[in-house]
């Protein structure tokens, strides 16, 4: 079957025409102009964001998604752009609006955002020297750079990861790999089956995911009680150690938490480490969180113990104020990377490790990879550290006059005083039902998503529903914040009148 000829003509392009879009010397002026034209687009939505969100839901999104006819391109980059406009920037999440207070998602630095341009525009790999020459080095510098300011010691190193999870992932292979050559177990079913990982009930469940991945036993992560404040409790700690020994058990990691993701817990970083020393067990510190301290010209003891760990998480997409992805695995021994090397002829053979040749490669769990470290140091070059440290600093500060209005307030409950910059509580005046508090609480959640006006998490404390705040945003004032528990309040009022009156009127017979 031929197709008609009019669809055969339209769909045969100029290669000329083509080649005007990719970026080469020759078409310098398009790059100026195409991308500037999209950073006034972003600068205009900016400055029109008068809420977080507009509460759009997918099903009003997904048709118009759905009409876009991929096959068929627009005129020109302005017509694109209006296009955004409808499909993505008019309805997206703003992280900069003060009123945003839901995830640990961040505003961004300026000088950031100008390495996420350079590094997209030139597009090092840094997988290997050759695909990177001086990215590689820049990112060497980072790592360095990082591992200091933990005090990792002189053996220290690390790569760039996507993520928490990918660095999280990462320790636990290479303290598996630890684990199992120190006892001289052999790779395979057995030795799987015999390894646990100790980590907090308020550890990120990306632990538990990873634990998967590796091939451990499905009950391998075991959850070590907190105390009020949901720090990991050192003899709870050391009770489930000298558990898991009794039973035949291979501890292979005890994974500390430096900034727990619900409640900005720090667990208590020195007393683990002497816990694990003395049980000779990988510490891993997942400081995904907690690393802006790292910075911090005011807080930096809250991580003192930090240093011992053998593995440490950071996450500058979340308290460096850094685009997402930037994030890095640092550990204190070199050596245990090459649990995550493999040589490939064509990439990376072993001769290049003798001719010294710096493949990030053999470093990492991915290949291709984005020079994301660049955005960090162009942030540190032109704003340098202690200015990323006073941002988190004062978000850190706003939560705790936050955690006063809450706790001073008798319509909520507040779960936790804040180390950093969360705030778990509900709303729960004197006198309600407990299912009704509960209902009423996520109702408020929606409510206020449906609206934009203002963003909040949700999470469940000891079987019930609450309400998150996180503050990562310096310019949310306290105003802002009264001015949403407001809307909460009268949100969660408004249902529970409601779903009281209906039982009144329609009592259950
Ligand atoms: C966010 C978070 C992670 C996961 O990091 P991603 O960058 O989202 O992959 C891991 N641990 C903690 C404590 C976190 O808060």
């Given at each position: 079957m031929s197709l008609p000829a009019a669809l055969v003509a339209a769909s045969r392009t100029d290669p000329a025409v083509a080649r005007d879009h990719l970026f080469t010397a020759g078409t310098l002026d398009r790059y100026r102009t195409v991308l500037a034209a999209g950073i006034d687009r972003v600068a205009h939505r900016f400055a029109t964001a008068d809420q977080p969100f507009t509460g759009v839901t997918p099903a009003d999104l997904a048709p118009r998604i759905e009409a876009v006819d991929l096959d068929r391109p627009l005129a020109d980059t302005g017509a694109a752009l209006d296009e955004l406009h409808d499909v993505y920037l008019r309805d997206a999440v703003y992280f900069?609006?003060?009123?945003?207070?839901?995830?640990?998602?961040c505003p961004v630095v300026i000088p950031a955002l100008l390495g996420e341009a350079v590094l997209s525009a030139v597009n090092?790999?840094?997988?290997t020297w050759d695909q990177s020459a001086g990215g590689t080095l820049i990112e060497r510098r980072l790592v360095d750079w990082t591992a200091r300011r933990i005090g990792l010691g002189p053996a220290a190193d690390g790569v760039f990861t996507s993520g928490g999870t990918q660095s999280n992932l990462q320790a636990l292979l290479l303290a598996r790999e630890e684990a199992r050559t120190r006892a001289g177990l052999r790779p395979g079913p057995a030795a799987l089956a015999r390894l646990r990982v100790l980590t907090s009930t308020a550890g990120h469940f990306s632990v538990q995911k990873a634990a998967r991945l590796l091939g451990?036993?499905?009950?391998?992560v075991r959850a070590v009680d907190t105390d009020g404040q949901r720090r990991m409790r050192p003899d709870a700690l050391a009770r489930e150690i000298a558990r898991c020994r009794e039973d035949g058990l291979l501890v292979m990691a005890v994974v500390a938490t430096a900034g727990t993701t619900d409640f900005g817990s720090i667990d208590p970083l020195p007393q683990t480490a002497d816990i694990c020393a003395a049980a000779g067990v990988w510490l891993h510190v997942d400081a995904a969180y907690g690393c802006g301290l790292l910075v911090s010209p005011t807080r930096r003891h809250l991580l003192d113990g930090i240093e011992r760990a053998d593995s440490v998480t950071v996450d500058y997409?979340?308290?460096?104020?850094?685009?997402?992805?930037s994030s890095a695995l640092l550990v204190r021994d070199r050596r245990t990377l090459r649990h995550a090397t493999w040589h490939a002829d064509y990439l990376n053979p072993a001769r290049a490790v003798e001719q010294r040749i710096p493949n990030q490669v053999d470093k990492?769990?991915?290949?291709?990879?984005?020079?994301?470290a660049l955005k960090l140091w162009l942030t540190l070059r032109i704003m340098g550290p202690d200015a990323v440290g006073a941002l988190f600093d004062e978000v850190v500060d706003r939560a705790a006059q936050a955690w006063q209005l809450l706790a001073a307030d008798p319509r909520f409950e507040v779960v936790t005083r804040p180390a950093l910059s969360t705030l778990v509580f509900r709303w729960r005046p004197a006198g309600l039902a407990a299912d009704l508090v509960d209902d009423a609480n996520l109702y408020a959640r929606e409510a206020l998503a449906a609206s934009g006006a203002a963003l909040v998490a949700g999470t469940r404390v000891d079987g019930a529903h609450h309400l998150k705040v996180t503050l990562l945003n310096p310019e949310t004032t306290g105003d802002d914040i009264a001015g949403v528990l407001d809307l909460i309040a009268e949100h969660a009022g408004w249902y529970a009148r409601t779903r009281t009156a209906d039982e009144l009127s329609c009592p259950v017979g």
């Open positions: 900069h609006h003060p009123r945003y207070l839901a995830h640990l998602n090092s790999s840094l997988d451990l036993d499905p009950d391998a997409h979340k308290s460096f104020f850094q685009p997402v992805s990492s769990l991915q290949t291709t990879r984005r020079f994301d």
